[in-house]
């Protein structure tokens, strides 16, 4: 960042934690941190944390998160904000997203709530400042990605539409045991959605909606065997913008082997119960642990014939470990999440785009080698 920004962290969780770290530790010009959160005492620890594990003084002031009535010192805050980083809840986002654009602040996001996106896409088309939405991990960098080897492909091999793009994320422990075969590492109510709420694809070259966890396969990466399966969100607004140009294209979550098996165990157990969501959530977390130790597994492909009728397909996959940052380590799912937020952010700061942008139309090399990207995910190359 090449000024002193004023900047609003929404939350007070594990990202939000990584994001105003890394704002401390990795920009150009340290920023302003306003860290709202309903909780004031947690916003306070956060901050503390940060200035604990930064290596450079860094401003910070807590608030409570205005949700209903704004007072004088609130709105204070909010007027002098350049932008708000939201790292909430996805059924907040809305809510969030009208504070922006009601306090004229640049505003970016990371749920893969299809819904809540569309509410702030109808609020925010005519906003004088930039909204630019689902900028985590999955959806948002693998999406940028995906978009980057559908341009690589059809630049290289001098073609216009593909046959398939095919992105795959798994936030994974090192370890795992029977019978669920998996460990937290984010938000248990996250994972339940996902695998419930349906997924947007492309099908014969059309937008269309499958059910989550109805196209469980084998995919070996790096030598290494995995489950994925279709679940919803992360294939961001790549279904709408790419169709017409791409035959098939989804976003599938990364396990290891025999989890799809137990989570369709407990769903058949479940039968039309209208408490799915709560009952999966509840089932999962009774048994499966939390565990700090993870690691990102991320694969990205474009599968095409050239301008000759031979098969072409180009790839890239990445397995990133937790990552020391200023003194503090962090785990892989709060680095990989928090630096496509924060590029996002800089994207906005320093531009001049207004209104709703959506993944579809990040410029794919500058955000894929960006200066919180490269740190996190390594250089590009194709």
């Not at 005519?126 to 990605?145: E, K, R, S």
């Not at 590492?185 to 059910?211: F, M, Q």
Request: proline fraction near 4%; include cysteine.
């Amino acid at each position: 960042m090449n000024k002193q920004y004023n900047i609003i962290i929404a939350g007070a969780g594990g990202i939000a934690q990584a994001a105003g770290l890394m704002l401390a530790e990795l920009s150009a010009v340290c920023p302003r941190l306003f860290i709202a959160n309903r909780n004031l005492d947690n916003a306070k620890k956060m901050a503390s944390w940060i200035k604990q594990g930064a290596s450079r003084k860094i401003e910070i002031e807590c608030f409570e998160l205005p949700l209903d009535d704004i007072t004088d010192s609130q709105k204070e805050i909010l007027n002098k904000a350049d932008i708000l980083l939201d790292c909430l809840p996805g059924s907040l986002a809305p809510k969030m997203a009208l504070l922006a654009k009601d306090y004229s602040m640049h505003y970016a996001n990371l749920t893969e709530y299809v819904s809540e996106t569309e509410s702030i896409k109808a609020l925010a088309q005519d906003a004088d400042t930039g909204f630019l939405l689902q900028t985590g991990l999955a959806p948002g960098y693998i999406d940028v990605l995906g978009h980057h080897l559908f341009q690589e492909f059809c630049e290289k091999y001098k073609v216009k539409q593909v046959d398939s793009i095919a992105l795959k994320v798994g936030a994974l422990t090192k370890h795992a045991v029977a019978p669920h075969y998996y460990g937290f590492t984010w938000s248990p109510v996250g994972v339940a959605t996902e695998y419930l709420k349906d997924a947007v694809v492309i099908r014969d070259n059309k937008e269309s909606t499958l059910p989550s966890l109805s196209e469980r396969a084998l995919i070996i990466i790096d030598g290494k065997t995995y489950e994925e399966d279709l679940t919803s969100g992360g294939a961001a607004d790549l279904p709408k913008f790419l169709e017409n140009q791409v035959k098939s294209l989804d976003y599938k979550t990364l396990r290891l082997p025999g989890h799809y098996a137990w989570v369709g165990e407990q769903l058949n157990s479940m039968g039309k119960s209208k408490n799915v969501l709560k009952q999966l959530q509840e089932r999962m977390e009774a048994v499966i642990p939390h565990i700090e130790e993870d690691q990102i597994i991320l694969f990205a492909s474009a599968e095409g014939k050239d301008d000759k009728g031979i098969r072409r397909k180009i790839e890239v996959s990445n397995r990133i470990l937790p990552q020391k940052i200023g003194k503090h380590w962090l785990r892989a799912i709060q680095t990989t999440t928090a630096a496509p937020l924060l590029q996002s952010a800089l994207l906005l700061l320093e531009g001049s785009e207004k209104g709703v942008i959506l993944q579809s139309q990040v410029h794919t090399s500058d955000f894929l080698n960006g200066y919180f990207i490269k740190p996190v995910y390594g250089e590009i190359r194709l």
